[in-house]
């Protein structure tokens, strides 16, 4: 089939619905993020703020301004990237192992990642909730931290090893011909080359961290603990049966932002590190 016009135009106007599908949310909620909050409440159905609608910027210095809000992003900072240092440690030296050594089980531990990456994350949260109540773990960092590793492992454990396979044995073989021990081999030399993996699980891990909801707002009681998701859903007006639309559309936004910055800054890495390990040469 040739490069014929109705095909690009066919494919033009398919690219043009998507990023409509795609982004019309997005600029909705910025919109709102825009309007003020007596033109919601008395019906603002335009997509552009009616006259004497507009809030400025009134709206983001507000959901700035809120304590509770600057709190949640710092616990949202803090686990994410704890989580992510962690999960990203411990999937490259399980991914190596796998890729690389031979033992019994290796199958059945590769079932069981897949299996606890496939399970639905509102079905723990009630044995978690007992659980970490017990022991302590309710409403701390560690409480967030641990369930976001357990999600996250399976999956960046499953990229990882992808990688390991296809570098070249002998490549680390000739490091230990130089000198190196097993670990610096693995350390100088095959790290290196996974480092497209490695950062894909490593984005992987943080925005599912960064993103979560059902075990920031049931394994939190106060704000010592929850992260942005779970204290948007905390915000309330003067009058608790009319929420804020257009402060919480302002603190989704400014949420959203560190998750844009991200994807724009690291786009190129995040593409090459999902597709480098698909095909085999």
Known sequence: ?????????????????????????VAWIISLSFKSQESITNGSPGFFPSEGGFAGWD?????????????????????????????????????????RLEFRGKKLVLSTALAIAMFPVVSLVGPLFDMWRAIGLYDTWPGLIIPYMSFTLPLAIWTL?????????????AAQVDGATSWQAFRKVIVPLAAPGVFTAAILTFFFAWNDFVFGISLTSTEAARPIPASLSFFVGSDPFNRPASLLAAGA??????????VLAFQRKIVAGLTSGAVKG
């Open 1 to 25: 089939m040739g490069n014929t016009p109705l095909r690009k135009v066919g494919i033009a106007l398919g690219a043009a619905l998507i990023l409509i599908w795609c982004l019309l949310p």
């Open 59 to 99: 709206n983001y210095v507000a959901a700035w301004d809120n304590e509770q809000f600057r709190r949640a992003i710092f616990n949202s900072i803090g686990i994410s990237l704890i989580a992510t240092l962690l999960s990203v440690i411990v999937a490259t030296l399980a991914a190596y192992a796998i890729a």
């Open 161 to 173: 090893a992808a990688f390991f396979r296809e570098i070249p044995w002998e490549m680390e073989q």
């Open 253 to 262: 936004v400014i949420a959203t932002l560190p998750i844009i910055v991200i």
